[in-house]
């Protein structure tokens, strides 16, 4: 792709918040976004005053220890049948009040600001990668104005899903990225603007090629294979540098084609990201397995490891 991100955007202002901290987010955009991580303790106590509540609702220890039993008569049956209809959403309750008082008491909650934040081009000052897929790529497309979405806010939101890639995967087809699809609605909308004008597909993109030192990537298998902690995790990465192409209808045919594959690809010094985060994110969800909202929480942050400082160097003298 070519290099020309710097002429697409319009310059806009970067953020309306205090002076001091707008410098920060020129200078240091992940330092500022630490600050965004922040423990609500009023928040903590009206979560765990609501599980002790269930947790100690009159008789549904009881009913639980019935449950647990393996030796009930067949004549008892319907008796077992509605003690289940009772329990079944305490339970699923409890367990849920007690994962969130869990992760609230060990984990700051993220405020996902940071990812609306642009550099003077309008571009994104931080992009997201999902630790699970081998894919390390964050992609926004912008195509031609398609009349399935109208000015509404619903279909931006729904264009916004369907144009964004994390590792390989539209928002579009997992409720997981739907945070993150939401704060780059601004970008997708410039895009969409510029492929319409020109009648062609824009494509701006970037790739995380650092090394997670070792601790914090047991930390993150490990969260990774407990069921009930985070649905996802990401990594929060700087981008100083975005990849921006365009193609015609018949050329990204040829795109999606390569695109699809997996990419080990190891792309050069200037994607290397600074310091990124690690938040896990909790997707919060009815009792019929509906999303009806997500929260995400730091985890860690860390800085460049030996191997990739190695890389750094050993791409410098390639170039020089």
Known sequence: MSNNSEVLL?????????EAETALIQVNPLKAALSYARRDDEKLSVIRQAYLEIKEKPGMEFVSRQLDLKNHLPLEQA?????KEIHEPWDWERQNL????NLTEQYKEFDPTPLTWRNRQGLPRLAVFDVASTKNDFTIFGRPVDLTYRNDK????QRSRDSIHIGGRSAANTSSYDTIASCYQDVVQKLYDRASETKKTFILQAKFTG???DEVRAQILDF???????????IIAEINHWDLGERDERSMEEFWREYRKEDLSYEGVHQLARDPLVVGQLLQLDRTS????????LISFFDTTFLEDYLIEKTVQ???
Do not use: Y
């Open 154 to 157: 619903l279909s931006i939101k």
């Open 10 to 18: 319009d310059v806009i202002d970067v953020t309306e918040d205090k």
């Open 211 to 213: 090394m997670i030192p």
């Open 290 to 297: 509906h999303v009806i909202g997500s929260k995400l929480f």
């Open 318 to 320: 390639g170039l020089s």
């Open 79 to 83: 008796v077992i049948n509605r003690a």
């Open 98 to 101: 007690a994962r969130d008082v």
């Open 224 to 234: 990774l294979n407990q069921a009930g902690r985070f649905s996802s995790v990401f």
